[in-house]
């Protein structure tokens, strides 16, 4: 049987900070993020229906990038002290590790334990 959130429990995870060490290449790199509230998500505009795909996938690209920068660096704020990328190493990084790293942030990683 699964277990129910209660609000409390939902409440604290926008102001609880969450860490995870990825394994990458065989090396770990720690990420640390924070869920965000509505108020705290990126403002971006979606893409227009008449778009290509091509530009509609930068668009999204471009959203769930800014979305994950500022979980990282909401939690970079609140533990400074746990801080290990921030968006000026997050562009520096190879493509493949953001892939793998935001995968976990949003909770795409099946083997998170959150």
Do not use: H
């Amino acid at each position: 049987m699964s277990e129910i959130w209660t609000i409390d429990e939902l409440k604290a995870l926008t102001t609880e900070v969450q860490a995870k060490e990825v394994e990458f290449r065989g090396k770990n790199i720690s990420v640390q993020w924070c869920e965000l509230t509505e108020a705290e998500e990126p403002k971006m505009a979606l893409p227009d229906e008449g778009a290509s795909d091509e530009d509609k996938n930068i668009a999204y690209q471009k959203i769930g990038t800014a979305k994950v920068m500022a979980m990282i660096e909401k939690a970079n704020e609140m533990n400074p002290e746990g801080k290990t990328l921030d968006s000026d190493s997050w562009e520096l990084l190879p493509s493949t590790l953001r892939y793998n790293l935001s995968a976990v942030v949003l909770g795409g990683d099946s083997k998170s334990d959150f």
